[in-house]
């Protein structure tokens, strides 16, 4: 099969989709993309919509400028059942099909009851305005209790996004506190686990708590989330945390298209794949050419405990499809594979400052970056949105 005549199928608009598309289209590879939105979605950077510091249209890439900019086919259509030995997608508008399969429609969310009581940054894009309208609304009372957090997932620790609820409730605090009104606001930082931020390093650890003391944020931490309510959030012990407003990002689980599909999942329900993000199936009888990678959060990663999903991890792993799936089409044995890449790595924004995360095989650290940080982040996200659409050169590794 020639390599120009390869056909790609890709799901999804993300990080992990975009970026295979990108790359494959460089290779010179026909690209069918199928995204269920029509814009490309900087979820870094969604962290400063809640504030008034960004807004939504800014932090949105719409796909059609990215497909022309690049030469992918463009179908928006959501999905609905996928069949992986024919490499095909089923979807409300229409059947897709490829020589090869690239699933990257990212997970699905642990379920907690209560759940209409709380709206997550890291959900539907939409949901970021209904944080910043719920706590505008608390502004304009003049005070209230406001409770931010994240959850685990047992099954699958990596699929885990605390991150950006420690930034976005460092952001809050920053607002308020220009405002002149940080002092009739209550704010506390709560998860399930007993040490939320351990997988940074124990020097970010230490650091994060000095950073809850200095901005006289509250924590809750060790106990276990029973339910939600419209007034706060309750625990396994019965004890319940008050809250005007709730933000909380539920851990990944599988995505609800998998189970209906012949994909070998793993315990949380995520596609098994091997170091190379081919899926690792379990049919009696292997198809003749399988041809079917899963990418970001859609894939079940491999690694130490403190691995985590992060958007650079998942653009190595779609930048590594393309060349594997080249290296294939020209008969090569080659092969690039994600294991070696794992690490963590982030600016943790606060409004007026930041804090640079870094953690390998070797430790982690942490390091303060008052001011410059917040600005270093800021033009990553205007890169992010300008290399993609090709009108700035690409940084090599970024």
């Given amino acids: ?3 120009q005549r390869a056909k790609v199928l890709i799901l999804g608009g993300g990080f992990a989709g975009v970026e295979a598309a990108i790359f494959l289209r460089k290779k010179g590879y026909p690209v069918t993309l199928v995204s269920d939105r029509d814009y490309f979605y900087i979820y870094p950077t969604s ?5 008034g510091e960004a807004t939504f249209d800014e932090i949105s890439v719409p796909l059609k400028d990215l497909s022309e900019a690049h030469g992918f086919e463009l179908v928006i259509d959501r999905i609905s059942r996928i069949v992986s030995r024919e490499h095909k997608a089923i979807g409300k508008k229409g059947t897709y099909q490829g020589d090869y399969l690239v699933i990257a429609i990212g997970s699905g969310k642990v379920k907690h009851e209560g759940s209409e009581h709380f709206l997550s940054i890291c959900g539907k894009p939409e949901e970021s305005l209904e944080i910043k309208k719920r706590l505008d609304t608390l502004i304009t009372k003049g005070g209230g209790k406001i409770a931010m957090g994240f959850g685990g997932n047992p099954k699958d620790p990596s699929n885990v996004r ?6 976005v409730l460092f952001n809050v605090h920053n607002r308020l506190k220009k405002l002149g009104i940080r002092k009739n606001f209550e704010l506390t930082f709560f998860a399930p686990m007993k040490e939320p931020g351990a997988r940074m390093g124990p020097q970010a650890l230490k650091m994060m708590d000095l950073y809850f ?3 006289d944020i509250h924590t809750h931490f060790g106990k276990k989330i029973t339910r939600f309510e419209a007034d706060g959030i309750v625990f396994e012990d019965r004890s319940k945390l008050e809250s005007d407003f709730t933000m909380f990002i539920p851990a990944g689980d599988g995505h609800p298209v998998f189970a209906d599909s012949d994909l070998p999942l793993n315990e949380a329900g995520l596609i098994r794949i091997n170091d190379y993000c081919e899926v690792m199936h379990d049919f009696d009888e292997m198809p003749e050419r399988y041809n079917v990678f899963a990418i970001g959060d859609s894939a079940a990663i491999d690694g130490p405990d403190w691995r985590a999903k992060q958007g650079h991890i998942a653009e190595v792993m779609a930048r590594n499809v393309a060349f594997n799936i080249d ?3 020209r008969g090569s044995e080659e092969r690039k594979g994600y294991l070696e890449h794992l690490n963590i790595l982030c600016v943790m924004d606060s409004g007026d400052g930041a804090a640079f995360v ?3 095989h070797k430790g982690g650290k942490m390091i303060p970056m008052p ?5 270093l982040k800021k033009g990553w996200g205007w890169y992010c949105r300008n290399s993609k659409l090709g009108k700035i050169p690409r940084i090599p590794g970024m």
């Fill in 162 to 167: 605390g991150g950006p609820a420690f930034e």
């Fill in 358 to 360: 870094y953690r390998n």
């Fill in 1 to 3: 099969m020639s390599a």
């Fill in 371 to 375: 001011v410059i940080g917040h600005w």
């Fill in 327 to 329: 290296a294939m089409e």
């Fill in 47 to 51: 962290i400063w919509i809640p504030t």
């Fill in 213 to 215: 003391r200095k901005l």
